[in-house]
Antibody, heavy 116, light 111 residues
Framework: QVQLVQSGAEVKKPGASVKVSCKVS????????MHWVRQAPGKGLEWMGG????????IYAQKFQGRVTMTEDTSTDTAYMELSSLRSEDTAVYYC?????????WGQGTLVTVSS | QSALTQPASVSGSPGQSITISCTGT?????????VSWYQQHPGKAPKLMIY???NRPSGVSNRFSGSKSGNTASLTISGLQAEDEADYYC???????????FGGGTKLTVL
């Protein structure tokens, strides 16, 4: 059984960066294709990007390209999502999830608040 | 504006059946059998209820079923129960650069 445990809530100022982690247990990270989804307060789900196993590359939603970086540390089975140049509209709960198209497994979510 | 269109809300009484629609295009819902449905209770992570249009993950009640016709997918919940009250999201693989698209979500109220 896959378990995904994310890092705790963050408060950031506009213009700063945030890095959210997602620790995998039950499987190794190399056996999964990790993706990230966010949800602004009272809003719907929004796919941000993730690992495409067919191409062997990380793909990002066009909306976030240039601002988001998704990495993996296979030695610790931990995935990371870093979002830069934060603005108030980035205030949301960020989830790691796998696989992308039919996400059976989700992290508990990490609330990122962007406020001056 | 979400890529997939869902009704904002639906409601039903205990024991009744309801259907939630999810309309896309031939680039997503209509072009692939990779439609999923998620249930989300307040403050919780989404839970996969249906994948690949009509398959249920282990542990999901058979009261939940999925189907697709053309560019529209549907989630049907039969024998409504109080605990079914939640937000429901559809998603689909898409051939566009977005890769995965979601619907805007539907709030189910059990009267």
């Amino acid at each position: 059984q896959v378990q995904l445990v994310q890092s705790g809530a963050e408060v950031k100022k506009p213009g700063a960066s945030v890095k959210v982690s997602c620790k995998v247990s039950g499987y190794t990270l190399t056996e999964l294709s990790m993706h990230w989804v966010r949800q602004a307060p009272g809003k719907g789900l929004e796919w941000m990007g993730g690992f495409d196993p067919e191409d062997g590359e990380t793909i990002y939603a066009q909306k976030f390209q240039g601002r988001v970086t998704m990495t993996e540390d296979t030695s610790t089975d931990t995935a990371y999502m870093e979002l830069s140049s934060l603005r108030s509209e980035d205030t949301a709960v960020y989830y790691c999830a796998t696989p992308a198209v039919a996400a059976h497994y989700w992290g508990q979510g990490t609330l990122v608040t962007v406020s001056s | 504006q979400s890529a997939l269109t869902q009704p904002a809300s639906v409601s039903g009484s205990p024991g009744q059946s309801i259907t939630i629609s999810c309309t896309g295009t031939s680039s997503d819902v209509g072009g692939y059998n990779y439609v999923s449905w998620y249930q989300q209770h307040p403050g919780k992570a989404p839970k996969l209820m249906i994948y690949d249009v009509s398959n249920r993950p282990s542990g999901v009640s058979n009261r939940f079923s999925g189907s697709k016709s053309g560019n529209t997918a549907s989630l049907t919940i039969s024998g409504l129960q109080a605990e079914d009250e939640a937000d429901y999201y559809c998603s689909s693989y898409t051939s566009s650069s977005t890769y995965v698209v979601f619907g805007g979500g539907t709030k189910l109220t059990v009267l």
